[in-house]
């Protein structure tokens, strides 16, 4: 009937591994790293060997701001949903003085700029020439692409009742 009583844990007197803990999982944050794609995608992707970086710095996810080991591990990472979702949040323009100044009053309103925006090349690739783009969504395409798939589905819910009958 009795169990052994545990100790209850303080947190009391812990606030120099606090501060720690805080900064060590800190990540760049989207407007860097869309600075990042914009002017230093090419010498990201090509890196120095650095021994002090995981991989030698050799495989570095330019999205993600992240170093992996190999290359397997790089193109495992592509197909995350971490990655996706870093890329769909990096689909919005970023936060700009511009936009806050707008927010204050100064100034109208702005529907923030959607993009397209693709995973980066490999290492391959990126030696042949190939870079990151970034493109403007329009649109005319965005509304193109909400009304694709409801079409479809229709098409093919028609076909499965013609097949039941």
Same mark, same amino acid.
């Given at each position: =009937?009795? =169990?052994?009583?545990?100790?209850?844990?303080?947190?009391?007197?812990?606030?120099?591994?606090?501060? /720690?803990?805080?900064? /060590?999982?800190?990540?760049?944050?989207?407007?860097?790293?869309?600075?990042?794609?914009?002017?230093?995608?090419?010498?990201?992707?090509?890196?120095?060997?650095?021994?002090?970086?995981?991989?030698?710095?050799?495989?570095?996810?330019?999205?993600?701001?992240?170093?992996?080991?190999?290359?397997?591990? =790089?193109?495992?990472?592509?197909?995350?949903?971490?990655?996706?979702?870093?890329?769909?949040?990096?689909?919005?323009?970023?936060?700009?003085?511009?936009?806050?100044?707008?927010?204050?009053?100064?100034?109208?309103? *702005?529907?923030?700029?959607?993009?397209?925006?693709?995973?980066?090349?490999?290492?391959?690739?990126?030696?042949?020439? *190939? /870079?990151?783009?970034?493109?403007?969504?329009?649109?005319?395409?965005?509304?193109?692409?909400?009304?694709?798939?409801?079409?479809?589905? *229709?098409?093919?819910?028609? /076909?499965?009742? *013609?097949?039941?009958?």
């Amino acid at each position: =009937m009795g =169990m052994v009583q545990k100790r209850k844990k303080m947190h009391y007197g812990d606030t120099h591994l606090q501060r /720690r803990w805080r900064v /060590r999982n800190r990540r760049r944050d989207l407007d860097q790293i869309d600075d990042d794609m914009r002017n230093r995608s090419g010498e990201l992707i090509n890196q120095s060997v650095d021994l002090d970086k995981p991989g030698f710095a050799q495989f570095y996810c330019v999205h993600c701001a992240k170093y992996f080991i190999d290359d397997r591990s =790089m193109q495992a990472h592509f197909r995350t949903k971490v990655h996706k979702r870093r890329l769909k949040a990096l689909e919005t323009e970023p936060y700009s003085i511009e936009e806050s100044e707008r927010a204050a009053g100064r100034g109208s309103f *702005k529907q923030p700029k959607k993009r397209v925006i693709e995973t980066q090349p490999s290492k391959e690739e990126a030696k042949a020439g *190939k /870079r990151i783009k970034i493109e403007e969504k329009t649109e005319d395409s965005s509304a193109m692409e909400e009304d694709a798939p409801t079409t479809s589905a *229709k098409k093919t819910r028609k /076909r499965a009742k *013609k097949t039941e009958t």
